[in-house]
Structure formats: structure tokens, C-alpha cells
């Protein structure tokens, strides 16, 4: 198990608790929705499983097989080197090339010099931008950038991504293509976690449904299931 918390409190950066008794669990290979209104808790359960909130309330709170009551800071790195984390507002180096960009990560994380190339052309083609290896970030659009965003979080071949709103600021048909390849990258057993208002992909790209409301997650998936038989059976 990728991700197993039971009985959780997360607790926003000024110690306010925003989620309690939560249970969450994730396999590898499944996709996940994180559903609610804003202010829910969603984004702070995601930066709870990457180490950027603490856990300090819990029965048992694992990601990636580190016990997260009692990680130490030293051990976080090697935590997020496992999975891939993809922004809303894509966080690329604007002054770099979207090469150097994928270059640094890789770099950074200990990558041997002869691998490097090889393994950015895999991740952009992935995408399909390979084509784009030589852009600035300001030379593409919202959509592109975010798929740049998306290579990058696949580059050391993470167990899971954790996505915060990856279609938020993009237009219907864009925001379309990017949960095509978020889709895609599940076929290959990498979990995805993202939140969304968009509830319409909950129909289209079917996955695992958590709802945050009232301070509470609960796992809703059989009310969608139900939903999109029914409107099937009109």
C-alpha cells in the first residue's frame, strides 16, 4: 500500500485542524479524486502526504513505507524523490530551457551525466513535447507548460503522483489532453492522487472518489457510479 492513514488530523501551517479521523488509502496503480469546496482541506491532505504539513495525530499515517508521525526532516527528500508532485501553477524555471529545466531534477537527484538525455527524451515523448525540448517556458502555452510540469514529475520514475488542480487554470479541450495523459500514466501501475471541481472527469476518466466536507473525508465513489448509471439508464 502506496498510502495508508487511519484515524489522521492534519493541521493547516497556523495549527488549525482542517481534517480529522480521516482514512485513506491508495494502491499502486489506482487513480484517486479528491473532491470538495474550497477550504475542504484537500490541498493540505496532499501536502500532509509530502511532509510540507506534519502529521502528529494518528493511528497510523504511512506514505511509501515512511512512517510519517516520526519523520525526521533529513528524511524528507528521499520521501519526495518517490513521487511526483505536479502544481496548478506549474512552477517551471523561467529562465531555462524546458531541457535545463528537466536537466536540473535529474541532476539533482543524482542522475549519472550519460543517463540524463536519454531519459528526458523518454518523459517528453510520454507527454508529447518532445518537440518542445529546446522552449523557454514562457514560449509555450498553459497547457503545454503543464504537460512539461507533468514530464518532470515522472522523470524518477515515482511510485505516485500527487496533483493539485493540474487542469484548474487550463480551457476544456487542454485540460481534456492532460487528464488523457495522467490516464495513461496509471497504465504503467504509477498512482494518481488529484483534486479537482471539475466533476465531469469523475464520469469521464473514472477513478477512486474522496469527498472533504465538514472536516471529514469520506469516500464517495458509489454515489458517481450511481450517478453515471443513471444517467446511462435516461
Not at 54 to 62: G, K
Not at 76 to 91: S, T
Not at 124 to 144: D, F
Not at 160 to 167: G, H, K, N, R, S
Request: net charge negative; proline share 2%.
Amino acid at each position: 500500500m502506496l498510502i495508508n492513514y487511519k484515524n489522521v488530523t492534519v493541521h493547516q501551517q497556523d495549527g488549525k485542524e482542517i481534517l480529522k479521523n480521516v482514512d485513506f488509502h491508495v494502491d499502486d496503480g489506482e487513480f484517486v479524486y479528491i473532491v470538495g469546496r474550497v477550504g475542504s482541506g484537500k490541498s493540505s491532505l496532499l501536502k500532509s502526504f509530502y511532509q510540507e504539513l506534519d502529521i502528529e495525530e494518528a493511528d497510523e499515517a504511512t506514505v511509501l513505507d515512511t512512517n510519517m508521525k516520526t519523520i525526521r526532516r533529513k528524511q524528507v527528500p528521499a520521501l519526495r524523490r518517490q513521487m511526483g508532485i505536479i502544481f496548478q501553477d506549474f512552477q517551471l524555471l523561467s529562465n531555462r530551457t524546458v531541457y535545463k529545466n528537466l536537466r536540473f531534477v535529474l541532476r539533482a537527484t543524482g542522475w549519472r551525466k550519460d543517463e540524463v538525455d536519454a531519459r528526458i527524451e523518454e518523459v517528453l515523448t510520454l507527454v508529447g513535447m518532445k518537440e518542445k525540448m529546446l522552449r523557454m517556458p514562457h514560449e509555450l502555452s498553459g497547457g503545454e507548460q503543464q504537460r512539461i510540469a507533468i514530464a518532470r514529475a515522472l522523470l524518477n520514475y515515482p511510485k505516485l503522483i500527487v496533483a493539485d488542480e493540474p487542469t484548474g487554470n487550463l480551457d476544456n479541450e487542454t485540460a481534456h489532453g492532460i487528464m488523457g495523459v495522467l490516464r495513461q500514466i496509471v497504465q504503467t501501475g504509477t498512482a494518481v492522487i488529484m483534486t479537482t471541481h471539475n466533476l465531469s472527469w469523475l464520469q469521464e476518466f473514472p477513478g477512486i472518489v474522496y469527498k472533504c466536507e465538514n472536516q471529514h473525508l469520506e469516500e464517495v465513489t458509489s454515489s458517481y457510479n450511481k450517478l453515471k448509471i443513471t444517467e446511462e439508464e435516461d
